[in-house]
């Protein structure tokens, strides 16, 4: 599905990932841990498409991400939902009408997919906020909105950056429960995260592989996670 093959990206003149391949199977569920500044974020624009690699190739969908136009790129990241780790959102609209935004800009029949967005809504538990306006929402729910948006073109993979990192315990497990069922419904799930207690936890309830950055590279978390 995603593909980053013998994949480096530099910034600012120096390098901040190297010889990075990975391959993101279809239905597989994988978290990405390392410390604050490691690439976590840098990886997953990668994996999406925001950045391109100073060497290697990224392939989405078996197309070479290099060789797609803008429109190519574009129709491929609507295969993708991103939950971003800052939660933007338009503040003069209601939650379920950022939640509908991703419809909206495909040119979606907005009538045919009222009954989706309203259960979709339903499933993240904000049926009773859908008329807020974000500054109105905590963090989890600002957090379960985001998730909602991410996936409401019914994207194939679904690529989350720290998505408990602003809300509490028992909130983290509700936002990783919705993520583990999304996987059970076939969806690619990459999680970004520093919270190893959280991937502990989740590990008990799905089949996970467990990926760190360090000193450039990726690496398979070992039992010492």
Excluded at 130 to 143: D, I, K
Excluded at 164 to 179: F, I, K, P, Y
Aim: overall charge neutral; glycine content about 8%; some cysteine.
């Amino acid at each position: 599905m995603i593909e980053l093959e013998n994949v480096a990206y530099s910034y600012g003149g120096g390098e901040l990932l190297s010889d990075i391949t990975l391959r993101l199977q279809p239905g597989s569920f994988h978290f990405l841990t390392g410390p604050s500044g490691a690439g976590k974020t840098t990886l997953l624009k990668l994996l999406y498409g925001a950045l391109m690699p100073t060497a290697g190739h990224v392939r989405l969908f078996d197309a070479d991400a290099r060789e797609l136009t803008r429109d190519d790129i574009a129709l491929a990241r609507r295969r993708i939902g991103v939950v971003h780790q800052d939660c933007q959102f338009l503040n003069h609209l209601s939650v379920a009408e950022n939640i509908a935004l991703p419809l909206l800009v495909s040119d979606r029949d907005m009538l045919a997919e009222d009954a989706n967005l309203r259960e979709l809504t339903g499933w993240v538990g904000l049926t009773q906020r859908a008329e807020a306006r974000p500054p109105e929402l905590s963090g989890g729910e600002r957090q379960r909105a985001a998730l909602a948006r991410a996936i409401i073109m019914s994207p194939d993979v679904i690529l989350a950056d720290e998505p408990t990192g602003n809300v509490d315990w028992e909130m983290s497990q509700r936002l990783m429960r919705l993520l583990i069922e999304l996987n059970r419904m076939g969806k690619t799930i990459m999680i970004a995260t520093h919270d190893l207690a959280l991937i502990r936890a989740a590990k008990t309830h799905v089949q996970a592989r467990v990926l760190r950055i360090s000193n450039r590279r990726l690496q398979l978390a070992g039992a010492d996670l």
